[in-house]
Nanobody
Framework: QLQACGGGLVQPGDSLRLSCAAA????????VGWFRQAPGKEREGLSC????????YYANSVKGRFTISRDNAKKAVYLQLNSLKPEDAAVYYCAADRGVIVSSWGRPQSYAYWGQGTLVTVSS
């Protein structure tokens, strides 16, 4: 079971670090993706980190502002959000799967396990 946390209310230009932890699962054996969903919009794939080599992937919309990383000792995956914009406001989810195909990392259907989401609000 995954749990995402770290969301909150921030101002434009601020930063947040989201965390994704797993209970009862060795997260380092899974590819982990971060998604977000704003009201009335589809779930958007933001980033993914592979299980084996820690290769990272980013959506163009967040490349250069968001950074994904994992700490296997802490059994956690993080998403650092920098230079936040009002359009970044959404519920952010982490997801995991053992068999994510590289070309499909941004598709929600590629992941079997999901966290409950954490809300990020960006407003002045």
């Amino acid at each position: 079971q995954l749990q995402a946390c770290g969301g909150g209310l921030v101002q434009p230009g601020d930063s947040l670090r989201l965390s994704c932890a797993a209970a009862g699962v060795t997260l380092e054996h899974y590819a982990v993706g971060w998604f977000r969903q704003a009201p009335g919009k589809e779930r958007e794939g933001l980033s993914c980190i592979s299980s084996s080599e820690g290769t990272t992937y980013y959506a163009n919309s967040v490349k250069g502002r968001f950074t994904i990383s994992r700490d296997n000792a802490k059994k956690a995956v993080y998403l650092q959000l920098n230079s936040l914009k009002p359009e970044d406001a959404a519920v952010y989810y982490c997801a995991a799967d053992r068999g994510v195909i590289v070309s499909s990392w941004g598709r929600p259907q590629s992941y079997a396990y999901w966290g409950q989401g954490t809300l990020v609000t960006v407003s002045s």
